[in-house]
C-alpha cells in the first residue's frame, strides 16, 4: 500500500510540474512529465492484484484526459503527437495480465488473513447491532468477545482460506484457457463468477461442484470481505478498452493536424499513424457508418 501511496503523491507532483511548464509554453517539457506517469501507472499495474488496478485504472483515466487537453493544444507540434502516440503504443508491452494479478492478489489476501489487519477481526456494524439493547449495554470488549467466539465456532479465518483457494484455482483455470474455449460463468451461482470445467482440467479446478462452493462462501465471512482483491471479471477487458479508445483519440488528432478534418474512418489512420488498430476498435462501427 505504501507503493500506491506514493504513486498518489508522484501523481500530484507531475500534474503541478506539467501545469506549470504548459503556462510557460514549454509543451514538449509538460509531456515528458506525463510520459513518466504513464509509464510509472503501467509498470505499477503489471504487479498489482485486480483491487488496485481498478485504483490504477482511475489514475489512467485521469491522466488520459490531461494528456489530450494538452495535445489538443495549438502549441503541441505534430512532431510531439507522433512521439506520444509511440510511447503510448509502447506502454502496451507493460500491461499486466488477469493471471499476474490474482496470484498476486492471492498472496496477498493470505498473508491478510494471517495477520493483524484483517478486517474480519473487527465487529462487522450490522452485528455490532445485534447486541444493542436498550436495557441493557454491553461494553466493545464483550461485544469483541462474543465476535471472537463465533470466529471461532465458524473456523475463521480457516474457513475462508480453503474458500478463496478453491475459488482462486477455479478462476486460474478458466483464464488459462485460450479465450475461444474459455466457459460462460455458471447460472447457478449469485455471488460471482465460477465455471464448470471437464475432467480435462486440473483436478484442484473442479474439486467442488460451483452450487457447493457458493454454498459454503456464503458461510466464510473472512473471504466475503476478501473477495474484492481478487476478483473482477472485467478488469483487463476495461483497461484494454480504455488504453484503444486513448491511442484512437491520439491518432485522430494527428490526422486532424494534416488533414483538417475528422478521419473520415478508422481506417484511414492506418499506415502514418498506426500500424494497425486495436482489435477493441476493430468491433466497433466506424465514425462513417450511420
Not at 12 to 17: A, G, I, P, S
Not at 80 to 86: G, P, S, T, V
Request: aromatic residues 12%; charged residues 25%; proline residues 7%.
Amino acid at each position: 500500500m505504501k507503493t500506491f501511496s506514493a504513486l498518489w503523491a508522484f501523481r500530484v507532483l507531475v500534474y503541478l510540474e506539467a501545469s506549470r511548464l504548459e503556462d510557460q509554453g514549454d509543451l514538449a517539457g509538460a509531456w515528458n512529465w506525463y510520459r513518466a506517469s504513464l509509464r510509472t501507472i503501467y509498470h505499477a499495474g503489471m504487479h498489482s492484484d485486480v483491487y488496485r488496478r481498478n485504483f490504477i485504472q482511475r489514475q489512467h483515466r485521469e491522466l488520459h484526459n490531461r494528456i489530450l487537453i494538452c495535445s489538443d493544444d495549438r502549441r503541441t507540434t505534430r512532431e510531439m503527437l507522433r512521439r506520444a502516440i509511440d510511447d503510448v503504443v509502447a506502454c502496451e508491452q507493460l500491461a499486466g495480465s488477469e493471471q499476474d494479478s490474482l496470484k498476486v492478489g492471492y498472496v496477498e489476501v493470505m498473508a491478510m488473513l494471517d495477520g493483524p489487519h484483517n478486517p474480519g477481526h473487527q465487529v462487522p456494524l450490522m452485528r455490532f447491532r445485534r447486541f444493542w439493547n436498550p436495557d441493557y449495554q454491553l461494553t466493545p470488549e464483550q461485544i469483541q468477545s462474543f465476535w471472537d467466539a463465533w470466529r471461532f465456532v465458524h473456523q475463521e479465518p480457516e474457513r475462508s482460506r480453503r474458500v478463496l483457494r478453491l475459488l482462486t484455482a477455479n478462476w486460474l483455470t478458466y483464464l488459462e484457457q485460450p479465450e475461444a474455449a474459455r466457459p460462460k460463468p455458471d447460472p447457478t451461482v449469485a455471488s460471482f463468477d465460477v465455471y464448470r470445467f471437464g475432467d480435462d482440467v486440473p483436478t484442484a479446478a473442479r474439486a467442488i461442484s460451483p452450487e457447493a462452493l457458493d454454498g459454503w462462501f456464503d458461510t466464510a465471512y473472512d473471504a466475503q470481505q476478501a473477495l474484492p482483491y481478487l476478483h473482477n471479471s472485467g478488469n483487463q477487458a476495461s483497461e484494454r478498452a480504455n488504453h484503444a479508445d486513448f491511442l484512437i483519440l491520439l491518432a485522430t488528432e494527428l490526422y486532424q493536424r494534416d488533414h483538417g478534418s475528422d478521419p473520415p474512418s478508422y481506417d484511414a489512420l492506418i499506415g502514418p499513424y498506426l500500424k494497425s488498430l486495436p482489435a477493441e476498435i476493430l468491433a466497433k462501427k466506424p465514425p462513417s457508418s450511420p
